[in-house]
């Protein structure tokens, strides 16, 4: 346990966040020795999961200290608060109280019990989904790292209208199997969204509307409001000011990415966001990578506008370069710099958790307890709020539980204000959540990103900045920012290459041609092998003259 | 401390791969090799089933080791008794199992569980129908999966309702389904079968329900054609239902026609009128063929020897049903005629849910007024609505699409040329007339549907069409054909048009024939 | 499509040293390796076992070193089917660590992992845990139990067999037709998924909207 670290690492990285971790894997990956600390017990930093009951403390602990206390290691989030909704256990009406018929009532959820099984949590700092054919699955897949997180495909895009909470039909079956729309209008979107595909192809279609905007163009071809509304609103996740150009090209990244799981295009991971940063310090463990919580930076030294080396417990550790993560700072250094800037600001993120007891929508949108469902709401300034509701099956909440998670962009030093307008609109729908807990916080921009150019001790040239999360959907930024700082290190180097498979790789003294020992398994046959072997080989090729069974053709219906 | 990472180069990854691929061949040869010569010695043991397993399980597809397996198995369990016996039958098909998880569609696999539950003490049915559900989650158009799916479901006695739903869930899933549109359209008639015509697949309610479901499929994905299949089969599109189609006989020849090609030398033919048809004498229209629509006799018939108020013509057919057509007498003879069933009669409530998809086609076609789909299934409809009342319409349809739709242009000018003909036919046969003429002029057919209603007529009138070589075989049928017009066609290779026994007059003029060939025809025009 | 019918995947916990590693690559490839620490780039050793018939495949994950400083990824002890708590026969301190090692598993893994306790280097002869005192700790804490020596490859087939039986018992109870115990849950993961995206793609409209046109 008190082992001592090694003193000297080409690159040491402080934090454990989403950022970090890629630049902490892409360079063990390439042989680079890597030392990644944390000054937390837990990993994430502000893209962390936790437990109900570390969730609890750690809004307390922010919620407790001052907003300037420098000396905090973890600053990255603040106006921290919670408030539980129930206290008190109802009184259970009596068995003989409940009207005949009626079925025996719910499980009744005070404060107690949902504490209970605070360790079926994991609650996200940091919620996101990732496009099924987004950057971090395609990194995830090429790296190889995607052996480490499993998946769910989220249920449901779903959209309001009218009050009513409603599924938004993104795949063909979708549209197949809807009563929403008419066959009509069916036709109609299906028309649209080829249309949208084909933009490259026949630009032509849109000639007239080069210069307008996507609400106009969809007007213009004759849709129903039903249609625009989903289109607009959910599958472009777009308002009314939005161009052509960039409406059709959100709407063609939700469609390239349906069809690859499930019926929509995104993904969860399983287990919580928090899994994700973790899936990357993994791959870098397994590359040599050495990993340490706990532990923090309590001094450095300079030299040649480089830091030279760090104090790390009692030890002082030689460091050709540091990566140091949001949310986390150096001493004695309110900026250190470097870092690749990214071309929007990070952080600036209000946020809301609820647990509730009942999910957002109609049975139909929730069937079976519910899976994941995602909302993208609007407002009239722009950006909108991103909806996550979570069911047990996405492993971050109890059975019977669902977490909501809102983000915003935030406009004010008041989170639960800046979500408001938003919850409002999920709490006056047909089938609004019952509220048991909730919490709202501020997710604030790193330093880089906060203090723009204006920073002092930009000549640290080996000490990287990373960004906290962005206000988007996916981590495509981040993960820009992740490449982007990897690239300014060691600019020679691949970034995250495919990590072999354990088939490929030889090992010890291995014979690198030898084949694996289940090829053959039949004593009986290896004899005649032998007789084989000493000559008595045919020619005819015997494997191939089996192995031409043809696919038949597809089986037609009636005649 | 560590030891560094080694990955296999590239070439010796190539030298492995090449390395494994030859055991694997060797394997297999050897393995091939001793199987053949324990079958000559008879030996069909448990080290049988090992090598033959071990070839099977990495290539399932090796059809004789799955009946060397039969073999062994069958000699094997002759001497246990019947707990046994199941035990060594429920090991193969565990064996069956793994060779499926190496390929699903594997025909072997697959036969020889079939097999393996006929042979078996105690076949379990129900496990085998949890089995395609497993199989047909990872692959719902596993079609050797839905094949074998119809064996088990029989034998288990699951239910038809049940087995409509699962059909309906998969459909839900994914309508791009051949096999499972394909199951629907044979299970609905056992669950909703119609109320009162046996001639019609299914009840009208449900037909309703179908027709929706299929068209929604239609709107969302018009490029997907397994549903289009399923709404030809359920407006009544697809093959005509056997039956007699007309009947002639007079001095010296008779002739009998079919709804469908029919091998009339291996039916029963009984009249009320003394008339002995010997079944061998019959010879098809078209010479060579085993299966046509129109059959002749050439004999001598005694007429106007009874006088009966009904002359019925009764003809037992391959399907063990009898037939029947009641004929009139004429001046030289017996005629009688069917008129053939162009389209089902569709109650109030399905016309109601046409009419509705009519419109939306309609309203569709607004928006996209070329839509070739859309015009095709609304001339689709018009005519499953009111045949005559939109003759017109859906033809101006078809000749839209002709034009937009130029790589499928012969398929509509067939449609137009069958809906066209069908209009004629029909006032044809009410008048009932042999003398009145078959007028099909001027009609753009591109070719002849219903010839075998055409084989009693006097006169056919084919002007100024678009006939070509292709159709002319249909003349066959034409046997008591006295007159034929089929002038100004496309017609361009003589000898060509065939021989015509009754032909008295033929008209060709304004074809597409070469000079050289107008001379030869006017010799053939000489001989009539 | 793959020729087994079961993949589970088995991890190894307990503090450096203990002989995780070395339990691994006995096993997997029968070797006792003579230096110590986890050749760089492996993740985890997969080894096909057959077990009543049926071919069992195991993932078999070491730690990757980040047990050293007790700082293991919560993300490691997800979807286990079984989980190996390994200490040293010959060392006290790795037995005192084991509350610890399961407060974590009780943390992260699923309640229903399969424990096993191993208390490894029976070759040694300098024992400071006695057999019983393992037994007994297991017993208590609701684990299997097995001594093991990865060095005289004592007990080491046993214990993966045993796993392996014990875990196809249980997926033939929870599914009483043989299924792909990979299969429960809804989860995805990518990398089994990645060669079957363009078949799945029949179902969604992204593909048929751009392979065809009207």
Redesign the interface.
Known sequence: ?D?DLPTEFDLVVVGTGFVESIVAAAASRIGKTVLHIDPNDF?GGTWASF?LDALQSFISSIAESPATDESKQFNSIKNASQIWHVTTPTATPADDAIPEGQEATEKIWTKENVLKEF?RFNVDLSPKLLFSCGKL?KL??SS?I????????VDHVCTIINGQTRSVP????D?FNTKDLSIVEKRLL??L??SC??YDEHPEEFKDYEDKTFLEYLKSVKLTDNIIHCVLYSISMSNEQTSLKDGIDNTKKF?????????TPF?FP??GC??IP??F??LC????G????K?SVSNVSIADAKVDSIKCGNQDIKASNIVVGHGNILPDFSIPAGGTGVGKKCGGISRAIYITSSPLGAEELNSSGG?VNFLKLTDESGTGAFVLQLSH?S?TCPKGLYLIHISCSAKSNNPEADIKPYLDKLLTTDHPPAILYSIYFTIDACLRCTSGASITNDSLSNVFVCCGPSFELDYDESIDNAEGIFKKIYPEDEFLPR??D??E?V??D?DPVSVAD?VITLDSVKEQIMELEAGLLHQEDCMEENSRNEEMAMEVGEE | ?????K?RTSAEEAARKKKEQEIKVKTYRAGMGRIFEKRKNGQLDDEMMQITGQIL??NPDVYTLWNIRKECILKMAESLGNEAKQSLYD?DL?FT??CL????KSYGAWHHRCWILENCPTPDWE?EV??CN?YLKL?E?NFHCWDYRRFVVKKAKVPAEDELKYCTEKIH??F?NYSSWHYRSKLLPLLFPHETSPARPISESKLKEELEMVLTAAFT????SSAWFYQRWLLGYSQPALDIAAIRISKNLAIASFSKPIDLRTCEIETNFGFNFNPDRWQPVQKGNKYDVAWIVEDSFELGASDLQQYIFKCRMSDGKDYAINLKKCSDGFYGMKCPKFEYEFGAAVIEELKNQLESCNQLLEY?PD?K?TLLTASLLMRAIDRRGYHTKSLEYLQKLEKIDYLRQGYYADLASKWAIEKVLEEWIEQGDLTVAIDLSNLNLATIFYEQYMSIAKIVILRNNCLSDRTATKFNAFQFCENLDASYNQFSTPGVIPHIPNLKVLSLEGNKFSNNATTRLEDQMKNL | ?????FLFKVVLVGN?GVGKTCLV?RFT?G?F?P????????????K?VEVE?E?IKLQIWDT???E????I????Y??AHALILVYDISCQPTFDCLPDWLREI??YANSKVLKILVGNKTDRDDREIPTQIGEEFAKQHDMYFLETSAKEAENVERLFYEIAAELIEQARSKEP???HSRST???????S??SK?N????????????S???
């Open positions: 346990m082992e990993y437990n360790r699955v995830l897949i190889n995607c052996r480490y997180a499993e998946f769910r495909a993104c795949s063909r079956t549209v299906m028309k969204l080829t595909m084909g469609l390239n990415s349906l069809g690859r799981y499930g019926n993904l399983m287990y928090g899994e973790q899936c310090c993994r463990a397994v590359f040599g050495i990993y340490c919580l532990r899976g099956y492993g990590a072999p354990p088939e790789i090992i010890g291995e289940d | 401390m560590h030891g560094r990472l990955v399980s990495r090991k565990g199992e793994q998880m190496v390929n699903p496990r949890a089995l497993k692959d158009r899933k994914n791009s994905d018009p490029n997907d996209e839509s789909w | 499509m793959e020729d087994y019918k450096a690559r490839q070797l390796p230096g110590q620490g986890a050749t760089i780039g492996v993740d985890f050793m997969i096909t018939g071919k990757a070193g980040q050293r400083f007790r700082s990824t919560q993300s490691y997800r979807s009780q943390e037709i043989s299924q849950a809804d989860s995805i993961g990518l990398s998924l990645g995206a078949y799945l793609s029949q179902s969604g409209c992204c593909s048929s909207l751009s065809h046109s009207t």
